[in-house]
Nanobody, 122 residues
Framework: QVQLVESGGGLVQAGGSLRLSCAGSAGTFRIYAMGWFRQAPGKEREFVASISWGGSRTNYADSAKGRFTISRDNVKNTVSLQIDNLQLEDTAVYYC???????????????WGQGTQVTVSS
């Protein structure tokens, strides 16, 4: 069992940056690939990025390439998502998830966090 808790969301102006963090419960966190997803108002949840258990492999949605950076720290049991040059369309609830590197991009995960709201203002 892995419990995930996101933090770092908030209200930010367009063009700004934000760093989201997800803290996992100790023990089995490091054996899972981790991913970030987001769900904008009125839209389905979508894959943003994923990272392998060791951190050597990453995968990004096309919409996330260039402005989003995923990283993890297996000592602290955290995974982070750095978002630069925030755009209005980045407004969404952001979720972290634990699962398999091959299936996270499809939306399949073993564990989900409760989400953190990111709101981008003009």
């Amino acid at each position: 069992q892995v419990q995930l808790v996101e933090s770092g969301g908030g209200l930010v102006q367009a063009g700004g940056s934000l760093r989201l963090s997800c803290a996992g419960s100790a023990g089995t966190f490091r054996i899972y690939a981790m991913g970030w997803f987001r769900q904008a108002p009125g839209k389905e949840r979508e894959f943003v990025a994923s990272i392998s258990w060791g951190g050597s492999r990453t995968n990004y949605a096309d919409s996330a390439k260039g402005r989003f950076t995923i990283s993890r720290d297996n000592v602290k049991n955290t995974v982070s998502l750095q978002i630069d040059n925030l755009q209005l369309e980045d407004t969404a609830v952001y979720y972290c998830a634990a699962g398999s590197l091959s299936t996270l991009p499809t939306g399949a995960a073993d564990y989900w966090g409760q989400g953190t709201q990111v709101t981008v203002s003009s």
